[in-house]
């Protein structure tokens, strides 16, 4: 029903940047708040940084002043500027969105994952 199409990932040495979009399509009547969480072998899944429907962000600790989470509303399109990328954040990024179906019915979807690795 929805689909969500990641991209962006890939190597990069320390103190580079990426940028990942998620692309959101299918039966979407509306989206809510969208995500970035993160999984690293032997971790708990993370949430890297989350904005709602009005655009108000949060950030995890480890990512704030380096990345920058944003929305293109027009295009259900969510993004995840990555600056001075360290060794640590090499992990599985993963988008989550949820919102409401055109049957009313509530949604919460998640992207297939792209990997992120930071060489040092």
């Known amino acids: 029903q929805v689909q969500l199409v990641e991209s962006g990932g890939g190597l990069v040495q320390a103190g580079g940047s990426l940028r990942l979009s998620c692309a959101a399509s299918g039966s979407i009547f509306s989206i809510n708040t969208m995500g970035w969480y993160r999984l690293t072998p032997g971790k708990q899944r993370e949430l890297v940084a989350h904005i709602t429907s009005g655009g108000s962000t949060n950030y ?52 297939q994952g792209t990997q992120v690795t930071v060489s040092s």
Do not use: H
Not at 70 to 95: F, G, I
């Open 60 to 111: 995890a600790d480890s990512v704030k002043g380096r990345f920058t989470i944003s929305r293109d509303n027009a295009k259900n399109t969510l993004y995840l500027q990555m600056n001075s990328l360290k060794p640590e954040d090499t992990a599985v990024y993963y988008c989550n969105v949820r919102g409401i179906l055109t049957t009313k019915r509530n949604f919460a979807s998640w992207g």
